[in-house]
């Protein structure tokens, strides 16, 4: 069946870069029956959506990141990448990728999460 | 985009049922029957119980249902099981920008 991982540092220095990977196996990120996703959850909050990209390179983002974060796709590698530049410790989160499945986008598929915390 | 609204807990005893409540707009919950449900327990990742407002992901069992009127969604969980304490979290597309709610954690009496 189909599984992500996640992948990336732990620690991040404010005003640095976040850099995290989800290798994607049992499926393909080519796919046109799916796009990938990125989320993050705060310690002790809610779910926050991040972005979304498509088989073709397309992506959407979040309003509130859109400025900051860049998701992108490695077919070769059959990846999906999430940068986010000038971190806070705001951006302090568990971050999953996940698989989006039709029209609604609902996640159907989930990493098990990657923990990035952002001090110096 | 500010987040759905849900009550920030829900209790039951073992086999009452539970209905968790979801509150948008008419330019999210309202304007897509595209309303997903998340179960989430603690230090795991969200699973998808309920999507597309009513439908069961298989494997999901049938004491999980969905519904909506106008600008609000509902979960309810019927015959309520100790392994249904969780947090829940609703999720609307809103014209591909997906808003979630701020979470219920339901406890099992």
């Known amino acids: 069946q189909v599984q992500l991982q996640e992948s990336g540092p732990g620690l991040v220095k404010p005003s640095e870069t976040l850099s995290l990977t989800c290798t994607v196996s049992?499926?393909?990120?080519?796919?046109?029956?799916?796009?990938w996703s990125w989320i993050r959850q705060p310690p002790g909050k809610g779910l926050e959506w991040i972005a979304y990209?498509?088989?073709?390179?397309?992506?959407n983002y979040s309003p509130s990141l859109r400025s900051r974060a860049t998701i992108s796709v490695d077919t070769s590698k059959n990846q999906f990448s999430l940068k986010l530049n000038s971190v806070a410790a705001a951006d302090t989160a568990v971050y999953y990728c996940?698989?989006?499945?039709?029209?609604?986008?609902?996640?159907?598929?989930w990493g098990r999460g990657t923990m990035v915390t952002v001090s110096s | 985009q500010s987040a759905l609204t849900q009550p920030p807990s829900a209790s039951g005893s073992p086999g009452q049922s539970v209905t968790i409540s979801c509150t948008g707009t008419?330019?999210?919950?309202?304007?897509?029957?595209?309303v997903s449900w998340y179960q989430q327990h603690p230090g795991k990742a969200p699973k998808v119980v309920i999507y597309?407002?009513?439908k069961r992901p298989s494997g999901v069992p049938d004491r999980f249902s969905g519904s909506k009127s106008a600008n609000t969604a509902s979960l309810t969980v019927s015959g309520l099981q100790a392994e249904d304490e969780a947090d829940y979290y609703c999720?609307?597309?809103?014209?591909?920008?997906?808003?979630f709610g701020g979470g219920t954690k339901l406890t099992v009496l």
């Open positions: 996940a698989r989006v499945r039709g029209e609604g986008g609902v996640f159907d598929i």
């Open positions: 049992g499926g393909s990120v080519s796919s046109a029956s799916f796009h």
């Open positions: 990209i498509y088989y073709n390179g397309g992506s």
């Open positions: 008419s330019r999210d919950v309202g304007a897509y029957d595209f």
């Open positions: 597309e407002v009513n």
């Open positions: 999720c609307s597309y809103a014209g591909l920008k997906p808003i």
